[in-house]
């Protein structure tokens, strides 16, 4: 009796214990919103916030990794969103902690509840509290971990499941392909099991159907926040006519029935096979060719989403030749192909579909963490911590789970030994967040108690965030001459400190793509040149500012081109624009078009091989321009779709003699990039001259390098035009 009561006592103390750290982990790492600041990540975040407040049109007006709802999960507070973000994150935040609770009490073995509050615990602390978006996807792994609840309601459960990956399609397009992806991997993997069982194979494939039709139809409903009731509207007329056409099926099967005993007997059961089919397929009619007419269309949100994300593993692939991220990478790829395996034992033990999930899951985070060798590569380790305590929580195998256990004992060492490291000792370089701190500072008490605090005076907190943004733009002030001289004038900037425009008040009429470094294929580019060409800003700011070592002509090369043609520096202030954080902006105005071809029909077809010189001779006042065609071999496609592509590099050899090397994209460089004159890196004197016309040749020949030549085809095919730039 006394060992029975001890038991209890140590129980109800280990529960207290948990409880105590769950509460202490959702107030230390509380996603609270933040202020609006300067630099390339915080422009983005600010703009998304901003585009969102405009009403902007995403896939039309916009094209970002985001959607019409990513400043939820990414953005800055503005007076009017603030409360939303704050709510939205909250109720992520909460619902993450609450489904992992329930999964921890639904647990028997006392060394799963161990392994898997570790897990959990460890993922938030060196995730630095994880990002909403990988909340929302543990929380999605969690509920497909029950099983006893999937056996009940599977329909259900994949009923909501798709509506919230259709949601996540609209924050951040990656989180919705990861979701609905890892949902429908589920399902199939269900199907194969009913099919093999021979039981419940129905159930199995119209559970597959409700989870793509409920995303879809809430990405229809929601692409547009400010046409939600009518799209609502649409979709209930959608549902209404499917389920009609299905009760006159059975109606006409039951002739010779009284009506209202067939709706008695039937609608309180389960609907045949056939009703369900023909509800299908009049819901997938009506629904899509809707889609297919409507404006704006999720098909074009989709396609340009689907651009940025299919340029970004080749165009931000970044490998840093550091030996932290070096030994990094290798135990990462060594992680990688052990959690592979660790599935593949999942698998054998009769959880084929949770398996599937998790291994759509691992692979997504992997190019997400590495193909950016930088602060990225912890994301990997975040969530391969939280993943294989949660996969050993199904292994029933003794010997299987022992294993498990020790691969999560390296994984756990690795990632403890990385971030202490590298994020301590060069933290200033690859933080990942929006300050950089030690790992262990990061759990002071203080951070709960602010985060409290600021929760429950939630009216002075928004306000003193407001101050806040203010306080920072005061960084990127224009002076009074040049913001009277744009004033109620349409505003782009390139290549991406919007936040200028909240500074100054700026009439921002942003490109689709409004970042020049996001650009990353030839289509989007051609997206920003037709903007800019059918609706001319009235005025420009632009730096001479690129990533990764590329050249700024390079980012946008059509766009680029467009705008040296059709703007000059401004006659009323035809010298740098400076701020107190910024310098060396040029203001740039609309003018007439000064470029045109110096001898139509005359193009060169060049076929160059990789690390040879290619000798230019441009004269006074002409631009060469190359159409450059990168093509990858079938080994260098098959890399880039499953993890990244090194840089391909560009040697210029100028007249003068001296050399400079920059990074060039493959995807968009057939759209025509500029040769025969780059200003030297940080030489803004060189790129005002540029654009004031004054262009003496200054590129002698060039050729093009790769890390890897099994990776690309060994020619490159390339078209040089010559531009006449008349001169005033």
């Known amino acids: 009796m006394e060992i029975n009561l001890l038991d209890k006592r140590k129980k109800i103390i280990t529960y207290i214990l948990f409880i105590c750290l769950e509460i202490y982990f959702f107030l230390v790492f509380l996603p609270l919103p933040e202020s609006i600041r300067l630099g390339l990540d915080p422009s983005w975040q600010y703009a998304i916030s901003q585009a969102a407040e405009d009403g902007l049109i995403w896939g039309k007006d916009i094209v970002f990794t985001y959607g019409p709802f990513g400043y939820l999960i990414d953005g800055v507070a503005l007076e009017n969103n603030v409360i939303f973000i704050t709510a939205f994150r909250l109720i992520v935040h909460l619902a993450l902690f609450i489904t992992f609770t329930i999964k921890i009490i639904s647990l028997d073995s006392l060394s799963n509840k161990v392994w898997l509050t570790s897990g959990f615990f460890l993922a938030f602390w060196l995730g630095r509290g994880l990002g909403t978006d990988y909340k929302i996807l543990f929380i999605l792994l969690l509920i497909l971990s029950f099983d006893n609840i999937l056996q009940k309601h599977l329909r259900w459960v994949a009923l909501t499941l798709g509506a919230l990956s259709g949601f996540c399609l609209l924050t951040k397009f990656s989180l919705g392909i990861v979701t609905l992806g890892s949902l429908t991997l589920f399902l199939l993997g269900n199907i194969y099991q009913s099919l093999k069982s021979n039981t419940e194979i129905k ?3 119209f559970a597959l159907l409700d989870a793509l039709f409920a995303a879809i139809s809430v990405a229809f409903i929601l692409l547009y926040p400010s046409s939600f009731f009518g799209r609502f509207g649409q979709i209930i007329f959608f549902l209404v006519c499917s389920g009609g056409a299905a009760i006159l099926l059975i109606l006409g099967q039951k002739k010779n029935r009284n009506i209202s005993l067939f709706l008695q007997n039937n609608l309180t059961t389960e609907i045949k096979p056939i009703s369900w089919i023909v509800f299908y397929i009049v819901y997938g009619i009506l629904l899509f060719s809707n889609i297919l007419h409507s404006d704006p269309s999720l098909i074009d949100y989709s396609k340009t989403s689907l651009q940025i994300s299919s340029g970004f593993s080749s165009a931000m692939s970044l490998y840093v030749p550091r030996f932290t991220f070096h030994i990094t990478l290798h135990t990462a790829l060594l992680g990688y192909f052990l959690s592979l395996f660790i599935l593949i034992l999942l698998a054998k033990e009769g959880s084929l579909s949770f398996a599937l999930a998790v291994f759509f899951s691992l692979f997504i985070s992997f190019k997400h963490g590495f193909i950016r060798q930088d602060g990225h590569v912890f994301y990997f380790s975040t969530v391969t911590l939280f993943v294989i305590p949660l996969c050993l929580t199904k292994i029933k195998t003794i010997r299987i789970k022992q294993y498990v256990s020790l691969f999560f004992i390296y994984i756990l060492v690795m990632a403890l030994v990385f971030n202490i490291f590298v994020r301590v000792r060069n933290v200033k370089d690859i933080s990942v967040g929006n300050v950089a701190l030690p790992i262990f500072q990061r759990l002071a008490p203080s951070y709960a108690i602010n985060n409290l605090s600021s929760l429950l005076n939630f009216n002075d907190f928004s306000s003193n965030l407001i101050e806040v943004s203010k306080n920072n733009l005061q960084g990127v ?14 505003v782009d900037i390139i290549p991406w400190e919007i936040s200028l425009v909240p500074a100054n008040n700026l009439n921002w009429k942003p490109r689709p793509i409004f970042q020049s470094y996001s650009a990353y294929t030839e289509k989007l580019d051609n997206i920003n040149f037709e903007s800019f060409s059918k609706e001319p800003r009235d005025y420009i700011f632009y730096s001479f500012l690129a990533i990764d070592g590329r050249h ?81 071999s079938l080994l260098g496609k098959l890399i880039k779709s499953i993890f990244r592509v090194p840089p391909v590099t560009i040697v210029i050899t100028h007249k003068d003699g001296s050399t400079q090397q920059y990074r060039i994209i493959p995807e968009n460089s057939n759209n025509g990039v500029i040769v025969s004159h780059l200003p030297r890196k940080k030489n803004h004197q060189e790129v005002l001259s540029f654009f004031k016309g004054e262009l003496l040749p200054q590129v002698d020949s060039f050729s093009f390098q790769n890390r890897n030549s099994l990776l690309y085809k060994p020619t490159i095919n390339i078209t040089l035009s010559s531009v006449y730039v008349e001169q005033e």
């Not at 002030?477 to 349409?490: R, W």
């Open 203 to 205: 159930r199995s494939i």
């Open 552 to 632: 700024p002509f390079f980012d946008e090369p059509k766009t680029f081109s467009y705008v040296f043609c059709n703007y000059k520096p401004s006659s009323q202030i035809s010298d740098f624009v400076n701020t107190p954080q910024l310098s060396n902006i040029i203001l740039l105005e609309k003018s007439e078009n000064r470029c045109f071809l110096d001898a139509p029909n005359s193009d060169k077809n060049i076929s160059l091989p990789w690390n040879t010189f290619l000798s230019l001779d441009a004269a006074n006042n002409v631009i060469i321009k190359a159409n450059v065609d990168i093509k990858y």
């Open 477 to 490: 002030k224009l002076s009074e001459n040049v913001t009277n001289l744009v004033k109620n004038k349409s």
